[in-house]
């Protein structure tokens, strides 16, 4: 005999207490996602799968085989270093299959990159819309040679 | 293209004030209106809970009829403090995982611990040992599935005896001191989130946990008076006037510290102007202006303040509706005020940029994983569960009459 005998209702919770300390364990044997660890605190298994999606953009390079003299336009001109997708969205589909246009296949928010903020770097030319000449850029400046007007 | 550029400049600028850094200009604060809603649905799980612990700790007999009550209306609530949080995962799918991998040093996954352990170790033992007598008594008279709930209940103790009674009381006692501490964990955990944020002078502030838990306090009050006033109305029983009289000096003692830090942090603010205080002043005057200085002040404050303080002092000569109404009024106030309090806190934290030099603003969307119906669905759950908990465990005899088994007995054995 036990010198000192648990209270029924302690030893109810000691057992419940028990059963869910328990459960959990075994719920972590099955739902703790087996690559798990593999390399860090996280699935090892993510970087495969991430590495595995199929990429949506294309490059500027894919262009050439069908657009190559805007290339050579957009080479010569302020635009050089901008991607095509930059302005004209993700266009792998289009390269694959020209029937599908690009996402904006009439070109791109010009003044996502132009209007003026005080926090972009002074040597990127800036413009405040509302002063500017008008809202459709592509009156003056052709959009893959904006030095020069059409 | 003339279409798509003012199509920019309507979407995108005018989210947009002053220098505010490229990375900056989302559509959305990283962190929406569920994290608003996570703050104050803990908030009011702990400050329910404190109430009743006045019933158990401090002995405010007063407080009685609504003890059972507010232990539960923690108990409803608590178990909704995660929703927001898993629904907000990038993959709410897999929130599981979270759990099934606990991680040691990440002040975000602690709460999973400060969770486990409050609910756990300290609400679901302490209603438990306060129920497990009802349970008893329930499971041998009531038939059928409800029955049966309370049969698996007891956990197949059927012991009532005066000694294991008595036994139970003193588990009690135990477990709502261990409560207080707990309660004030689990929020000041939660203030504790924001206010260890060094780089962002809105969040980053000692006293952060320290008016989350005051705050607490009061909404926790307040919820208990707008439950208490509603149940009653709904079971078409009266109001006990001496129970709602002690809760709503609580709530304005309470309510009166809180405003009481609450200013002091303004004032500090204000006279140490720290860099970046002057964002925080357009902040104050014109992005968060009316959910800081007309909801948070005016209505969550001032408003409850004046009602409440005047009802401390001309409690016998105003008669009992109009000061049940004015009670009920300051509660859902004060309800509405703290949820203000903490939009200002996690969106006003948001919407200023990293150089205090520019504003961002939020455009609350209306569907999907971060919309305002998401966060409506989970500000309402908690009241259907506490709808189930009260039809199950708060019978209508009982209600009005405090719990049989007096508190002050366990204190004193």
Redesign the interface.
Known sequence: MLPFKLPPQILRLVLVAMAIVGSYFVARSFLVPPSFGQYGWYRGAALAEIASREPVFAGKQSCDECHSDILHKLAKDAHKTLSCEGCHGVSREHGNNPDILPVKSTGSHCIRCHEANLARPTWLKQIVVKDHYGPKCTECHLPHQPTKSP | ??N???N??VET?PQIQ?????NESNVHPVWSVLIVIYPYITGLVAGAFIMASLVRVFNVKALAPVYRMSMLTALAFLLCATLPLLCHLGHPERN??VM??P?MTSPMAIFGFVYAWYL?AVLL?EL??DF?QDFVKWSKTTPGFQGLIYRVLT???T?VSEQ?VR??MK?EWILSIVGIPSAFLLHGYVGFIFGSIKANPWWGNVLMPIMFILSAIVSGIALCVFNYIVLTWIRRKTVNMRCLDAMAMFLFYALLVDAVIETLDVLHRGFAAEEGFAVLQTMIREKLFYTLNIGQVGIGTLVPLLMLGALQLLRHRVPEAVRRTMIFCSGAMILFGVLMMRWNVVMGGQFFSK?F??VMSYKMEFSGQEGWLLGAAIMCLPFIILTVLVKLFLSESEQLQPCEHLPENSSKT
């Open positions: 293209m003339i798509e550029v003012t920019i400049v600028l002053g220098y505010v850094y490229p599981y995982e099934m991998t991680h756990m033992l438990w040992f497990r956990l197949g103790v012991d294991s036994l139970d588990m150089s030099r520019g």
